[in-house]
């Protein structure tokens, strides 16, 4: 058994780990399970539960007692009893089964469709009878009010055998070319069917009528721009009676309340490759869908990925066991996948034991699905070069973004920045050159990252308890120590947020940093800290003392708020002599303008610059912002805003003309007061 955690869910994978031979003795066993881990953690639920090759489809029987699969190579069924946790029985066919059905409550009534356009029915003892269809099969439901076998196939007939009377019925005449999947709604006993065109088409089988049609193709194209091929209809499964799951070919699920034509809920692989299950949660509003990557849970409403599956070989058919967490896959592997979801269900009566087996192991240490992948976003994706990748097996999609193997990602990044290594190796140098001088000389108490932060912080520990504890846990913490060793994380005082939002460090007089400076510094190593920041102060002393000298007062006088609107003023001549030297360097690199032209469409009349306009009026306020000059204003409290000229969608010319026209329609009005006295006085003498 493995447990894997992925999104804070655990998955139980309870076929993972080696199965021991048959012909062993006690005595190796004994030895095996004590040596291999793997072997001493598996968890055998059911005995022979596996194929020869391949497993291709897994079912339930409706009472809930047998559990049927069929598989390759020799083409078979095996039935397993889960009363017993063994092998039923195992039967062979001519050729492959594309699909079946459990027509009876348990394994005794069974029909099998297969590849070489032959039906199959069995019976508890074997094979009943077989019969032939005209086209190739590939999805087939049982209609149980009619006693019809639906058979859909390549071919745009749905063709119909009534087991009551033992012959076909007259197939229904759909418009598609063929048809991929069928269904029908539990509720209503209405059938649905999903064809190479990417249509969903519902007929009611009392009337024998098509009754409706939902084109799932474009509303594809309506949401996702990009597709890897066209979405035609994989899977089909009806919740309840208007609920409903569509899957395409290109890696879409859809979700419909079949009283709208358009869907709820959209849901993209990514990966490009068709759906091949969709199923619904009993309870929770969950959706499982299955493509041969891997499976995906997620939720019908916020379209979050609830969990995650994925394939260590590609699935072909999702089993759900009614109303547990308990699911198998059947995939192109001998072993058929058995997973337990506890938080999606409890385990079967069956096996009630694996309830208590996962309260055991919740305290385990779980292993992570992604160990050995980097998540990157699609724009980390395209500054590596790897943006051709998306949709074959190197990546994986997931959420936003996608899961690269970190091999593959070191070699890339190594690639798109060949220099990397030399800039971290010279920084790693600097780094244990810098310790060691700390190391032999003590040239000071500041840190060399953050030094004005610092200072505060040390003249706070000089202040009362609670001020002196707070700056003590600050300087003197672990996870905080980065902040004065990283030059990363230097606060950079240029920004104009930064000078707008934090006037505090301004607030300390120089007279002051210089006191703090002489009691944490040693006056033989001043000027190695003044030579570094000489030229920054000596800049913002020049841009201060050459504005608004006036209005300076003494350092008692001065206030918040003249700081932030003295702060403000020196920001906006500053961007307004950089706005300045951006347009002179624009005139001196445009070459004159041309004169715009206009193209003309077939059928379309010149209006003048008028209609142009008009239509510029009409148009979205982003086109409109583009076209006309904006400026941006820069708040006291650092945030921005852009201001733009709004355009009068009607001329002077036509507001008078309509002015006017309201006059004179006010003249022409008659008053009617007396028609209703009039009118009254008439009807009571009659």
């Given at each position: 058994m493995q447990v894997s955690d992925s999104n804070d869910i655990k998955i139980y994978n309870l076929s993972a780990g080696r199965s021991l031979p048959e012909w062993l003795s006690a005595r190796k066993r004994r030895a095996l399970l004590k040596k291999n881990v793997d072997i001493k953690r598996r968890i055998e639920l059911i005995q022979d539960f596996d194929m020869p090759g391949v497993s291709t489809t897994v079912k339930v029987s409706k009472d809930g007692n047998y559990i049927l699969a069929t598989g390759i190579y020799k083409p078979r069924i095996k039935c397993f009893d889960v009363n017993n946790l063994s092998l039923k029985f195992e039967r062979c066919f001519d050729s492959e089964a594309i699909t079946f059905e459990v027509l009876s409550d348990d394994y005794s009534k069974l029909v099998f469709l297969q590849c070489d356009r032959y039906i199959e029915f069995h019976a508890a003892y074997g094979r009943y009878y077989r019969l032939r269809i005209p086209k190739f099969g590939r999805d087939m439901k049982y209609h149980t009010p009619s006693c019809d076998l639906i058979v859909v196939g390549a071919s745009p007939d749905i063709y119909r055998l009534n087991l009551e009377r033992g012959q076909f019925m007259t197939p229904y005449e759909s418009a598609a070319s063929e048809i991929n999947k069928c269904a029908i709604n539990p509720v209503h006993n209405l059938l649905v069917c999903g064809t190479q065109e990417g249509r969903v088409e519902a007929w009611d089988p009392r009337i024998k009528e098509r009754v409706g049609t939902l084109d799932c193709a474009l509303a594809c194209l309506n949401e996702i721009k990009e597709l890897s091929d066209?979405?035609?209809?994989?899977?089909?499964?009806?919740?309840?009676?208007?609920?409903?799951?569509?899957?395409?070919?290109?890696?879409?699920?859809?979700?419909?309340?079949?009283?709208?034509?358009?869907?709820?809920?959209?849901?993209?692989?990514?990966?490009?490759?068709?759906?091949k299950d969709v199923e619904f949660h009993y309870q929770q509003d969950l959706v499982y869908s299955l493509d041969s990557l891997g499976l995906e849970i997620w939720n019908q409403n916020s379209r979050k990925v609830y969990t995650a599956i994925e394939s260590s070989a590609p699935f072909n058919n999702l089993c759900v066991v009614p109303k547990t967490g308990l699911f198998f896959l059947a995939n192109e592997n001998t072993k058929i996948q058995t997973y337990f979801i506890p938080s999606m269900g409890p385990a079967p009566?069956?096996?009630?034991?694996?309830?208590?087996?996962?309260?055991?192991?919740?305290?385990?240490?779980?292993?992570?699905?992604?160990?050995d992948y980097k998540f990157v976003t699609k724009q980390e994706l395209e500054s590596l070069g790897l943006e051709h990748l998306i949709g074959t097996k190197l990546i994986r999609a997931y959420m936003h973004g996608y899961f690269l193997d970190v091999r593959l990602y070191k070699k890339a990044k190594s690639l798109a920045n060949p220099f990397e290594f030399e800039e971290y190796r010279k920084k790693k140098i600097q780094e244990t050159i810098n310790k060691e001088?700390?190391?032999?000389?003590?040239?000071?108490?500041?840190?060399?990252?953050?030094?004005?932060?610092?200072?505060?912080?040390?003249e706070a520990e000089s202040q009362p308890k609670k001020n002196k504890d707070q700056a003590a846990n600050l300087l003197h913490d672990t996870r905080f120590q980065a902040l004065f060793e990283n030059p990363d994380f230097e606060v950079d005082k240029n920004t104009d947020e930064y000078r707008l939002l934090n006037p505090?460090?301004?607030r300390l007089d120089k007279n002051k940093q210089k006191e703090l400076k002489q009691k944490y510094i040693s006056p033989e190593f001043e000027p190695i800290h003044e030579e570094l920041e000489g030229k920054n102060s000596s800049e913002e002393s020049s841009e201060e003392s050459g504005i608004d000298e006036d209005e300076?007062?003494?350092?008692?006088?001065?206030?918040?708020?003249?700081?932030?609107?003295?702060q403000h003023r020196i920001i906006q001549r500053e961007h307004k002599e950089k706005e300045r030297a951006e347009a002179l360097e624009r005139e001196e690199a445009e070459e004159p303008q041309q004169p715009k032209m206009y193209e003309l469409k077939a059928g379309e009349e010149f209006r003048g610059i008028n209609g142009l306009k008009k239509k510029l009026n009409k148009a979205s306020l982003g086109k409109r912002v583009q076209h006309e000059d904006t400026s941006v204003k820069?708040?006291?409290?650092?945030?921005?805003?852009?201001?733009?000229?709004?355009?009068?969608?009607?001329?002077?010319?036509?507001?008078?003309?309509?002015?006017?026209?309201r006059e004179e329609r006010k003249k022409l009005l008659r008053p009617v007061l007396g028609i209703k006295s009039k009118f009254n006085s008439r009807f009571n003498k009659r």
């Open positions: 066209f979405p035609s209809i994989t899977a089909l499964k009806l919740k309840d009676s208007v609920h409903m799951g569509v899957g395409t070919a290109s890696g879409q699920v859809l979700l419909y309340d079949i009283r709208s034509n358009k869907p709820f809920a959209v849901k993209d692989h990514v990966s490009g490759l068709a759906i009566k069956w096996a009630s034991f694996l309830d208590s087996l996962t309260e055991e192991l919740e305290e385990s240490i779980t292993e992570t699905v992604y160990d001088r700390e190391s032999r000389v003590q040239l000071n108490k500041l840190p060399s990252v953050n030094k004005d932060l610092a200072l505060k912080l040390m505090v460090l301004s300076e007062s003494s350092d008692d006088e001065h206030t918040w708020t003249k700081e932030v609107k003295k820069y708040l006291s409290v650092g945030n921005r805003e852009m201001s733009f000229s709004m355009r009068k969608v009607r001329d002077n010319k036509i507001e008078e003309r309509n002015k006017k026209h």
